[in-house]
């Protein structure tokens, strides 16, 4: 595993950043892009060679990074026409960074593992921007001695990278922190709806919880940012948080766990996607309150 070949699909967001910190680190690369072409441009002229199909960056490649949105690409990218299940080969690795289902990893790894092919999820966490820096965090789900081996390429486009268990269990940990992520994200947009309501000062209420435990960068580039009249400071789209929530509640289930809290954020998420925030970012939970409530919480906030 010493400095191996690196094969990359999915160059949206988090994978051109992660990409391009293999690339500029000294990893032989092969890449395809998902949709966009643009990205390639800088990737090419850094080194990298470009892949006309997934089959082909597994033909070139010691280690596959797959960096899609979700469970239907993981699939379509493993098992469709061309796909890397058919260039697979003894002693090759998959790294699944895409925050997918728990049963299609696992449907993934068993059948990858027929052909000697060991399959790790390592979701990841942080931002676009953070992916650009080489400071994403990621939490892997591999045996320990493929953690080890793989030690240096999540070296080249991390900053934190957690051991969280056996094969699964980064995908697991993925889940578990995007529920309590997103349910945090939706109290708040209902404490500024409750705030807005009752003419509560919402510098006041700003002012409070910044002050105890419930500070948190989430709570700034939520409740912070949405004083500067700004929906952006978390920029995760609200399709893919409802995603990411509807497999956590479908993980919950598939163990017999009841998630109350969670399928309650889930709905509030489908409602916001429902009323057309989709395309926005999370933040705008505050826009699907206004709409819900008939309030201006935005002009409300920001006030003085």
Not at 123 to 140: D, F, H, I, K, Y
Not at 187 to 202: D, M, Q, Y
Not at 224 to 230: F, H, Q, S, V
């Amino acid at each position: 595993m010493a400095n191996p070949r690196i094969g990359m699909i999915g160059l949206g967001l988090m994978g051109h950043g992660i990409a391009k910190n293999l690339v500029t680190k000294g990893f032989p690369m092969t890449v395809r892009a998902h949709r966009n072409r643009k990205p390639l441009e800088d990737l090419l002229a850094a080194g990298a060679k470009e892949a006309k199909t997934n089959a082909d960056v597994a033909r070139g490649s010691d280690v596959v990074i797959l960096c899609v949105t979700g469970a239907p690409q993981v699939e379509e990218i493993v098992f469709g026409a061309d796909g890397i299940a058919a260039a697979a080969r003894d002693g090759m690795i998959v790294i699944d960074t895409s925050t997918s289902e728990p049963a299609t990893t696992a449907k993934a790894r068993e059948a990858l593992a027929a052909k000697g092919v060991r399959l790790v999820d390592a979701p990841l966490s942080r931002t676009p921007v953070e992916a650009e820096q080489g400071r994403l965090n990621t939490m892997v789900g591999a045996d320990d001695a493929t953690f080890a081996a793989l030690k240096p390429v999540f070296g080249a486009y991390c900053e934190n990278v957690v051991h969280a268990g056996p094969p699964g269990h980064g995908l697991v940990l993925k889940l578990i922190n995007n529920f309590v992520a997103q349910a945090m994200c939706t109290a708040f947009a209902e404490a500024l709806a409750a705030a807005t309501k009752s003419g509560l000062s919402i510098a006041k209420l700003h002012q409070l919880m910044s002050a105890g435990p419930i500070n948190s960068p989430m709570f700034q580039m939520i409740v912070g940012k949405a004083m500067e009249g700004d929906l952006t400071g978390l920029k995760f789209t609200l399709v893919n948080a409802c995603k990411d929530l509807r497999y956590y509640t479908h993980f919950t289930e598939s163990l017999m766990l009841p998630s109350i809290v969670g399928e309650a954020v889930h709905q509030s998420l489908v409602t916001a996607n429902a009323l057309g925030f989709g395309d926005k970012f999370v933040p705008s939970l505050i826009e699907a309150q206004q709409k819900l409530a008939g309030l201006d919480i935005l002009g409300h906030a920001q006030k003085k």
